[in-house]
């Protein structure tokens, strides 16, 4: 009992210092990034012009976006409560009752500090999915940014003076900065739409959890289970895409752009990072030494052993040498035996 204690039990000093000193310092960094894009000038928004009545600019102002039927607030709260729930749930199941892939060593490190598997499971698992979410976030507010593509109410809020600006026909390119004259908070948060950074987080939330269910949860007899589960949760992330096109927040370029790029974020660190949430190995497994009966998977046939008859003349060789305490030799060809000593001397 003591030797099965002791071989789930790893030693490691360098866990906690790399904790600290490089994904603290990654996750903080990440976030401050994130925090900058989304509430500071720090990167101004790339001024791009438009034409005169465009049509495609032209859709009627919605309101802001706490008005919306699927509000920023709702969609964060999604994001962050669905995957965490369901992580703190299946690992709890997966540690309780032992499930395959999912139990690991406890490491101790300092002879004081304990890590508990399941805890490390947990943390490792919400730690990449935040990292993530805020990946993601930078990634949409970096393409908004550069791109400052239009939203479909843009003229809307804009309200362009069309007859200041000289605009003779809808071919005229205006590329004035301060052609704009309305709500200048409002005319900038028109200008970014691509790629749709509530369609970016959705995906990335769904299809996080969508893998984690269907690589963890180990369900027989309940077929349906994870695939309805997993359909729910993809159904909900286009729901948020077709919901911003419908209610001219975004084009469908926009909304594709921003499925594709928290889709990739998603499938990169579940696949790549965490290793498909499977039980994280150092170094590879050692083979076991394969039995010579068992080559190639298929067990040999034991056939019976066939006496040669040269090894059955040896033998017999050493049997009347043994009696005779004379030396005899081989000649050429095995069938004959014949005395190194002459013939006369043995009369």
Same mark, same amino acid.
């Given at each position: ?8 039990v790893?030693n490691?000093?360098?866990?906690v ?12 960094g ?27 600019f032209?859709?009627?102002?919605p ?35 032992? #499930? ?37 976030t930078?990634?949409?507010? #970096? ?21 200041a ?7 005229q ?23 749709? &950074?509530?369609?970016?987080?959705s ?22 289970? &994870?695939?309805?589960i997993s ?15 419908a ?24 696949t790549?990072v ?16 394969q ?8 067990p040999m ?47």
């Amino acid at each position: 009992m003591a030797v099965e204690e002791k071989s789930n039990v790893k030693n490691s000093s360098s866990i906690v210092p790399c904790f600290l000193f490089v994904e603290l310092v990654i996750m903080a960094g990440t976030v401050l990034l994130a925090y900058y894009f989304e509430y500071t000038d720090t990167f101004p928004v790339h001024i791009q012009g438009f034409f005169c009545y465009d049509k495609s600019f032209s859709k009627p102002y919605p309101g802001p976006d706490n008005t919306s039927k699927i509000p920023p607030v709702l969609i964060y709260s999604i994001v962050t409560a669905i995957p965490t729930l369901t992580i703190l749930f299946g690992e709890l199941c997966a540690f309780f009752i032992k #499930a395959e892939g999912t139990q690991e060593k406890t490491i101790v490190t300092a002879d004081c500090c304990y890590f508990n598997p399941l805890l490390r499971r947990i943390v490792r698992f919400l730690g990449v999915y935040a990292f993530g979410l805020f990946t993601t976030t930078i990634f949409a507010n #970096a393409g908004q940014v550069v791109t400052g593509n239009q939203t479909p109410h843009f003229l809307s809020a804009c309200r362009p003076n069309y007859t200041a600006l000289g605009c003779q026909s809808t071919m005229q390119y205006i590329t004035e900065r301060r052609a704009c004259t309305g709500n200048p908070l409002i005319v900038m948060s028109a200008r970014k739409s691509f790629p749709s &950074k509530d369609a970016a987080l959705s995906v990335y939330s769904a299809l996080y959890t969508v893998m984690y269910v269907t690589l963890v949860f180990k369900t027989k007899g309940t077929r349906l289970t &994870k695939p309805t589960i997993s359909l729910t949760l993809l159904c909900l992330a286009m729901l948020v895409g077709v919901v911003r096109v419908a209610e001219y927040r975004n084009h469908w370029a926009d909304v594709l752009a921003g499925f594709f790029t928290g889709g990739a974020i998603a499938v990169f660190l579940v696949t790549c990072v965490i290793n498909n949430f499977q039980q994280f190995q150092s170094s590879p497994p050692p083979q076991r030494p394969q039995h010579p009966e068992s080559v190639l998977g298929m067990p040999m046939v034991a056939l019976p052993c066939v006496e040669s008859p040269l090894e059955k003349l040896r033998g017999d060789l050493r049997v009347l040498r043994s009696h005779d305490h004379q030396p005899y030799r081989f000649p050429a060809t095995p069938d004959v035996l014949i005395p190194s000593r002459s013939i006369s001397s043995e009369v």
